[in-house]
T-cell receptor
Framework: NAGVTQTPKFQVLKTGQSMTLQCAQD?????MYWYRQDPGMGLRLIYY???????DKGEVPNGYNVSRLNKREFSLRLESAAPSQTSVYFC???????????FGDGTRLSIL | AQTVTQSQPEMSVQEAETVTLSCTYD???????LFWYKQPPSRQMILVIR??????QNATENRFSVNFQKAAKSFSLKISDSQLGDAAMYFC?????????????FGAGTILRVKS
């Protein structure tokens, strides 16, 4: 009954460090998404994976990479963290076309 | 590209009263979905209500209902009999019914405060 699980929940990095945010879903969903949430801007799409084996850029992909490891897991990597990447990151998944997205609880990432 | 606009950064409502949150969107598509998500202080994103563009009837979920005006590209959320637990950030979101990936486009959000 876990739904979408994100790890870690909180992380503080120094500028230039690398980090991978993990996301796993147990609902057998085909599509998975990574968003970032910044004050006053709602959620913006970073990358998505419409199906296992595919990944595509969203609205704000610069500075990030993703891996769809298998149907369950979709990770987001920051190769060289920058203060502008301080944000709350959400992973989401979705089944069929007419179904809504289900969200994880988010990861609060601070980069000093 | 589609855009979603929430023009009310903050709203307040007295407990047990009714409040309406506004949302407008811009699209050239005819097949799409609209959503309202609630984000309480716990940070969870909780689906409140959804509307398919091809349906003329406004969606309702208990105390939550929408006023969907397709021609005006307006999608407002009405919360009746407001409760303290309704206090949260509310996001309006659009999803194309035809575009690859079925990505969500969010508005900036409206903070709803409920006064006792």
């Amino acid at each position: 009954n876990a739904g979408v699980t994100q790890t870690p929940k909180f992380q503080v990095l120094k500028t230039g460090q690398s980090m991978t945010l993990q996301c796993a879903q147990d609902m057998n969903h085909n599509s998975m998404y990574w968003y970032r949430q910044d004050p006053g801007m709602g959620l913006r799409l970073i990358y998505y994976s419409a199906s296992e084996g595919t990944t595509d850029k969203g609205e704000v992909p610069n500075g990030y990479n993703v891996s769809r490891l298998n149907k369950r897991e979709f990770s987001l990597r920051l190769e060289s963290a920058a203060p502008s990447q301080t944000s709350v990151y959400f992973c989401a998944s979705r089944d069929r076309n007419y179904q809504p997205q289900h969200f994880g609880d988010g990861t609060r990432l601070s980069i000093l | 590209a589609q855009t979603v606009t929430q023009s009310q950064p903050e709203m307040s409502v007295q407990e047990a009263e009714t409040v309406t949150l506004s949302c407008t969107y811009d699209t050239s598509e005819s097949d799409y979905y609209l959503f309202w998500y609630k984000q309480p202080p716990s940070r969870q994103m909780i689906l409140v209500i959804r509307q398919e563009a091809y349906k003329q009837q406004n969606a309702t979920e208990n105390r939550f209902s929408v006023n969907f005006q397709k021609a005006a590209k307006s999608f407002s959320l009405k919360i009746s009999d407001s409760q303290l637990g309704d206090a949260a950030m509310y996001f309006c979101a659009y999803r194309s019914g035809v575009e690859y990936g079925n990505k969500l486009v969010f508005g900036a959000g409206t903070i709803l405060r409920v006064k006792s």
